[in-house]
């Protein structure tokens, strides 16, 4: 089996910053694109950031400029730096990662638990 465990979220100031972790463990060859997500309350679910195998990036236009992912591929395990953080960013963040547990697996999607990030006003 393969597990994800965020980390790092909590309450901040607007203009603070924060950073969460997604570290994964378990059966894995490989992992293919990392991504974290994002769900307020009475929102869908939407893509924050995601970093490709060989490290290119995207970004939602609502955080380009602010947020940055990153990856370990050595720790399995990829980042989101969030700086000058708004109000409208307070929710619960998940990472997600195609993962190989074999090499000519097709890859399959794994999420993380959450973790809450609150920016106050």
């Known amino acids: 089996q393969v597990q994800l465990v965020e980390s790092g979220g909590g309450l901040v100031q607007a203009g603070g910053s924060l950073r969460l972790s997604c570290a994964a463990s378990?059966?894995?060859?490989?992992?293919?694109?990392m991504g974290w997500y994002r769900q307020a309350p009475g929102k869908q679910r939407e893509l924050v950031a995601v970093?490709?195998?060989?490290?290119?990036?995207d970004y939602a236009d609502s955080v380009k400029g602010r947020f940055t992912i990153s990856r370990d591929n050595a720790k399995n395990t990829w980042y989101l730096q969030m700086n000058s953080l708004k109000p409208e960013d307070t929710a619960n963040y998940y990472c997600n990662a195609g993962v190989r547990r074999r090499r000519l697996e097709y890859p399959t999607t794994y999420w993380g638990q959450g973790t809450q990030v609150t920016v106050s006003s």
């Open positions: 970093i490709g195998s060989g490290g290119s990036t």
């Open positions: 378990g059966s894995i060859f490989s992992i293919d694109a």
